[in-house]
């Protein structure tokens, strides 16, 4: 089977980097922040997941330093907010470039709603937010163990707002949920068919 091999240090040879297509779908950390002055901040991060259930961590990657990790480093705290498919549009505005001061809520034309625990506010109406405090904030190293212009925040879980149409008999419901999820170059995906498989109960038998 006819195949291209790349080393990244040294360029794919493609029109387009690859890389952010392969490792996809990725689901998107919109993330909320206030600064210690009361700035407030609304960014959407695809290198963004949960890496821990007990207690509930998430975390964000921001290449360079960012609004959003410099308030969450200076108040300890932060907002990831759901993006379904009726935040879809106003989470891709909220990605432009705005300069400090100018509101995203604002201009992508979404409403703050108060967090319970944290000072953030969160985007309201989006299907589920979580009120995170942060645990950790690093850099990203290379093999070589520099640093590079990649900064780690990570953030316990300590509050979640569910949205109850997003519920269905005590589920959290993708299906009317409807994830945005990021994929390569300029592409989002939505709209994903949801299979139940039970786990596997022994192994498997020739």
Not at 5 to 20: C, D, M, R, S, T
Not at 46 to 74: C, H, I, L, Q, Y
Not at 131 to 138: F, Q
Request: charged letters at 20%; aromatic letters at 10%; one cysteine or more.
């Amino acid at each position: 089977m006819s195949e291209r091999f790349y080393e990244p240090a040294k360029g794919h040879g493609l029109p387009h980097n690859p890389f952010k297509a392969i490792v996809a779908p990725r689901p998107i950390g919109w993330i909320s922040t206030r600064s210690a002055s009361g700035a407030i901040n609304l960014a959407p991060y695809s290198f963004f997941n949960a890496v821990a259930d007990n207690p509930p961590v998430v975390m964000f990657s921001s290449t360079g330093r960012k609004d959003s990790v410099t308030f969450a480093e200076e108040t300890g705290e932060f907002v990831c907010n759901y993006v379904g498919e009726a935040q879809r549009d106003a989470m891709h505005q909220s990605s432009f470039a705005y300069p400090r001061g100018v509101s995203e809520f604002s201009d992508a034309g979404l409403e703050e709603a108060q967090c319970r625990i944290v000072k953030p506010p969160r985007v309201a109406g989006a299907p589920a937010a979580l009120e995170c405090a942060v645990t950790v904030i690093m850099p990203v190293k290379d093999r070589g163990g520099a640093d590079t212009d990649n900064w780690l925040v990570f953030g316990e879980v300590v509050g979640v707002h569910l949205s109850e149409a997003a519920l269905t008999d005590g589920y959290f419901d993708l299906a009317k949920a409807k994830p945005v999820a990021r994929l390569g170059y300029l592409d989002y995906g939505s709209g994903f068919t949801i299979t139940a498989i039970a786990r596997p109960n022994g192994p498997r038998k020739a």
